[in-house]
């Protein structure tokens, strides 16, 4: 293991294929939740990556029956009402999602389970997404009392439609890995024994191709993403402010005694 990637300890790094790098969400006991020394390091590392001469493509994948379960309750409860971690968790999610637009490398991620906030971003964000047949997509914001921020506002109505991103993302339904190649979230849906290897052999095609060519590609469109940043912007803070509500502790709360949370029926807006 190189020691560029050493300082990640939060997340395991390997080599499967000549020039393909694999980056593991592994806390499988949490079904790969993000505490936030992860979410900063998950933040951080696509610079690196981005700068490193010996790699060619990324895989993103979840130790386990889950891919990424998202923020844990530690990290959400410290930001409720905290300004301070608000804003820095504000600035790490943008630059999670440029970070990832920016990353020279073609990025494949392998959805093998349950997969919803940060680490959703980097599933749907990735520039291949290759879902096994129990995948769980899933952006529970409004569940929790706060808007669809992270990439969603700007990522979810370009793969599928505007009507599906507002079903999904109000409601909070999850979506199957069938479904989601169907409505057009995902690159594709596999069988989930199959996963794993479908995602190497991707990666090391890719590895293997046309550097300049490949880059230039993903350069190229993902600037259908960067000319939406204000769109991005404005739906990240919108998402952080709720963070400042009464929504959110209830949100929280119903999660934790598993049942329907009780938000209040009237609202200024």
């Known amino acids: 293991m190189s020691d560029r990637y050493a300082k990640y300890d939060k997340l395991k790094f390997d080599y499967p294929a000549d020039r393909v790098l694999r980056i593991t969400f592994d806390r499988p006991e949490t079904l790969n939740s993000v505490d936030a020394e992860t979410h900063t390091q998950m933040t951080d590392m696509w610079?690196?990556?981005d700068r490193d001469p010996d790699i060619n493509s990324v895989i993103v994948t979840g130790a386990g029956k889950a891919f990424s379960?998202?923020?844990?309750?530690?990290?959400i409860e410290n930001m409720m009402g905290n300004s301070h971690e608000i804003m820095k968790t504000w600035k790490e999610a943008k630059d999670l999602v440029y970070n990832i637009i920016n990353c020279n490398k073609p990025i494949i991620s392998a959805i093998n389970g349950p997969a919803a906030g940060a680490g959703l971003v980097v599933a749907i964000l990735a520039d291949i997404s290759i879902a096994g047949k129990r995948a769980k997509i899933v952006d529970g914001h409004p569940r929790l009392g706060v808007a669809a921020g992270d990439v969603a506002a700007i990522i979810w109505p370009l793969l599928t439609s505007m009507a599906k991103a507002k079903y999904y993302l109000m409601t909070c339904k999850p979506v199957s890995g069938e479904e989601a190649e169907r409505i057009g979230l995902v690159s594709m849906c596999v069988e989930d024994d199959e996963l794993q290897q479908i995602a190497l052999d991707?990666?090391?095609e890719l590895a293997n191709g046309?550097?300049?060519a490949i880059r230039w590609t993903k350069y190229s469109l993902n600037n259908w993403l960067r000319q939406a940043g204000p769109i991005f912007d404005a739906s990240t803070a919108l998402e952080m402010l709720?963070?400042?509500?009464e929504d959110v502790k209830e949100g929280v709360l119903s999660h934790r005694e598993k049942r329907a949370p009780n938000f209040r029926k009237d609202c200024p807006l």
Request: glycine share 16%.
């Open 47 to 49: 610079i690196d990556i």
């Open 69 to 75: 379960a998202g923020g844990d309750f530690s990290l």
């Open 202 to 204: 991707t990666a090391v």
């Open 210 to 212: 046309s550097q300049s």
């Open 242 to 245: 709720g963070f400042m509500s």
